[in-house]
């Protein structure tokens, strides 16, 4: 009798632990996909990981993440958007606008928290930016906003350009809007522009034969995430070709390229972060106002502008920006 009853409560505490770890809440998933590659955004998913953090959770301890990459093809995004949306994620994290749109376009019921640089009234995303609605948020940066500045800053340099080429992705939904912006500041300025097209490494190498051909004074690239990871190209190729250009992201002025001049994107992904949190924690995203992340980065290299014969910009002499001698 005594034997029974102690092997029926060695049982019984066998049992218990499994029985506790039933009742536990299973780990909320995290969708994230993004439009570039997972190496050229390392920065800004650390960031991501960090706004996770200050809401109090921890990537592998109290919540897991599904990465997505499309890897800057555009096409594959409504197929990984609808993989996450299969595996019944918690939130998914979307950047930037065409990962965005195809997040949007694959469910209205779970959370999706933008990062972007357009307008996501105007794409139809949101209905405002104080009063979101439905189960779309997220965190606005200026990149898009910044075209005309960048279009200015390189005339600024290179003040005797007639001619300033500007390459676009034809594949982001900005496209046509960034042209708008483009073709506004080009008369403001009295300068011509040609619209050049890049959705691949080729077509980027290609737009710099064209540049060469056009005899262009310069070259601005346009706003978007593909592009924007390609700044290490975009570095060796102006430098190879001698053309005073401007880019997005930092590295770029970094690597040997004249200016960059873009938002903060570590600051807009930290800012994403806390929003993919708080929604975990319960808050509803049609209720959480979009936010704007309004870091900008400006970048000059001397050392670059010297050997392409440009002269000291009056934005560094006016002591704005960081300077690379």
């Not at 092997?7 to 009742?23: E, F, M, T």
């Not at 590659?37 to 650390?46: H, I, K, L, M, P």
């Not at 500007?166 to 300068?191: C, E, R, S, T």
Request: zero cysteines; proline letters at 6%.
């Amino acid at each position: 009798m005594r034997r029974r009853t102690f092997i029926s409560l060695v049982g019984g505490a066998a049992a218990w632990p499994l029985v506790a770890r039933a009742q536990q809440p299973a780990m909320p998933f995290v969708g994230f996909l993004h439009a570039s590659s997972a190496r050229r955004y390392a920065t800004e998913v650390a960031a991501f990981q960090r706004g996770l953090r200050e809401t109090g959770y921890f990537e592998g301890q109290n919540v897991a993440v599904e990465y997505r990459w499309a890897d800057g093809y555009y096409d594959r995004l409504p197929a990984l958007a609808a993989d996450l949306v299969r595996r019944h994620v918690a939130v998914i994290a979307a950047a930037p606008l065409p990962a965005a749109v195809a997040a949007k376009e694959a469910t209205d019921t779970i959370p999706i928290v933008f990062e972007l640089g357009a307008d996501p009234v105007r794409h139809g995303l949101v209905r405002s930016l104080n009063r979101p609605d439905g189960n779309v948020t997220g965190v606005v940066n200026l990149s898009n906003t910044l075209v005309p500045k960048k279009v200015q800053l390189i005339h600024e340099v290179v003040p005797n350009a007639e001619l300033i080429a500007v390459v676009l992705n034809p594949d982001n939904p900005n496209f046509q809007f960034a042209m708008d912006d483009v073709q506004a500041a080009q008369k403001l300025l009295g300068m011509r522009v040609e619209f050049l097209q890049a959705r691949t490494v080729s077509d980027i190498d290609e737009s710099f034969t064209t540049v060469a051909k056009l005899r262009a004074g310069a070259l601005v690239v346009g706003p978007d995430g593909y592009l924007t990871s390609q700044w290490e190209r975009f570095a060796w190729l102006a430098t190879r070709y001698g053309v005073p250009a401007i880019h997005e992201h930092g590295e770029f002025a970094k690597a040997g390229g004249l200016m960059s001049y873009g938002a903060d994107l570590a600051d807009a992904y930290r800012l994403a972060g806390i929003y993919t949190g708080r929604i975990l924690k319960g808050d509803k995203p049609g209720d959480l106002p979009i936010q704007q992340a309004t870091k900008v980065e400006l970048i000059i290299n001397l050392k670059t502008a010297k050997g392409l014969g440009l002269e000291r910009p009056a934005t560094v002499r006016d002591g704005t920006g960081e300077v690379i001698e």
